[in-house]
């Protein structure tokens, strides 16, 4: 046994105690995060200025930026496109490992594409790339975790173009997770890799196509921040922007829950963040959030990350907005995009197949006269310990 319940149940027990007072805490700051929102929901100038000066002293702030519609608009569900191209890609990878007996990374990337309105089954693909000396290494060492999810990135926008070339128009493009790629790696925001991904959205502008990155359960606050700074600016503390948080624990997801009403979507926003200056013109990022359910006593909010092209053409919005929607209810009860849940089956390497893939390894090096290296005590230790569960 790994947890000691002795020891936490005492813990439990005050945090049962505690929550009822927590739970009120966040109320009130529900209501006074709804009232501002309410206040300043046509202030969208005023905002837009008060957002510039807060970011002039704080250079890392995430905030929403107001665009053209109110902060509290809710648009009702488009009716669904007659026609229209959907492709869904999601990757999954193996990270190097420095613990076992090779050093390698895998990044694979499953697709779906079908046509609206069409019988026949949805085409599948999968993209499977292999990385390995002198390819996962670096000058500081072996490839990060979130150097690989670049690469991860990248091929999943690359498997988009090559589907979506020579597709009918409208062709809708989807991702799982955010649009923007946001590291505290500094070195992964100025590789070369990133410039390839900047240039894989380029391509996907150029072909027209309806871009977006789909993000469930989002814990973002991040027109909950711009309320913040309006708060700030108007009690004179705008200068403690970096250290001041009066609406801390409110998430957009629950400052928006009862405002948006099964299948409508928020106001789209730009964004305020450290990465805005890469994602320049047409790529500059928006995103807006979207009730896929449609069920009035039980909301699901997630937000969608659209680039500039999108945000800024009413006719893509309504096709994206309507289509997600839709998607959601395929599955029921889980209001989750049914492609981008096909894509993510396809995706995923099971540990079977990532043994299997260390056994083709390790027959390859020795068919070539080379030793494989050996696993590390601590990895050996571990996988003793799962085979004996």
């Known amino acids: 046994m790994s947890l000691d319940f002795q020891q936490v149940r005492e813990q439990v027990k005050k945090l049962g105690e505690s929550a009822p007072a927590r739970a009120a805490k966040l109320g009130a700051l529900q209501e006074k995060a709804a009232g501002l929102l ?30 053209q519609e109110a902060l509290n608009h809710a648009q009702p569900l488009p009716p669904e496109p007659a026609a229209a191209t959907l492709i869904a890609a999601d990757g999954s990878q193996i990270n190097p490992d420095r613990q076992a007996e090779y050093e390698y ?39 990060t975790e979130a150097q690989v999810a670049l690469m991860r990135d990248l091929s999943e926008r690359e498997v988009l173009i090559g589907l979506a070339a020579g597709q009918p128009a409208p062709v809708l493009t989807l991702t799982d997770g955010p649009l923007e790629l946001w590291s505290r790696d500094e070195a992964v925001l100025n590789s070369e890799q990133f410039q390839k991904f900047l240039e894989t959205l380029e391509a996907l502008h150029v072909m027209d196509s309806i871009t977006a990155g789909y993000v469930d359960k989002p814990a973002s606050a991040l027109l909950v921040r711009t309320l913040e700074i309006a708060l700030l600016e108007a009690e004179g503390r705008l200068s403690e922007v970096d250290r001041q948080r009066p609406l801390q624990g409110i998430t957009d997801r629950a400052l928006l829950a009862d405002l948006l009403g099964p299948g409508q979507r928020s106001a789209v926003f730009g964004m305020q963040t450290k990465t805005a200056s890469k994602y320049q013109n047409q790529l500059a990022l928006h995103f807006f959030y979207l009730n896929v359910s449609m069920k009035a006593d039980d909301s699901w909010l997630v937000r969608v990350e659209i680039p500039a092209w999108v945000a800024q053409n009413a006719a893509m919005l309504d096709i994206l907005h309507a289509i997600l929607v839709r998607q959601c209810q395929i599955a029921g009860n889980i209001p989750y995009p049914y492609l981008l849940h096909r894509a993510h089956e396809i995706a995923v390497v099971s540990r079977d197949e990532k043994e299997q893939l260390e056994r083709m390894i390790a027959q390859e090096l020795l068919k070539h006269g080379i030793q494989p ?14 085979s004996r569960k």
């Open 373 to 386: 290296g050996r696993q590390s005590a601590k990895g050996r230790y571990k996988d003793t310990q799962r």
């Open 105 to 143: 990374c895998v990044v694979n990337v499953g697709s779906i594409l079908t046509h609206l309105g069409d019988t026949t089954a949805p085409a599948t693909k999968i993209r499977s790339d292999l990385f390995y000396d002198p390819d996962i290494y670096t000058d500081k060492g072996l490839l």
């Open 38 to 67: 309410d206040s300043e929901a046509s202030q969208l100038e005023a905002l837009r200025e008060k957002v510039s000066r807060a970011a002039s002293i704080s250079p890392n702030l995430r905030c929403a930026i107001p665009t």
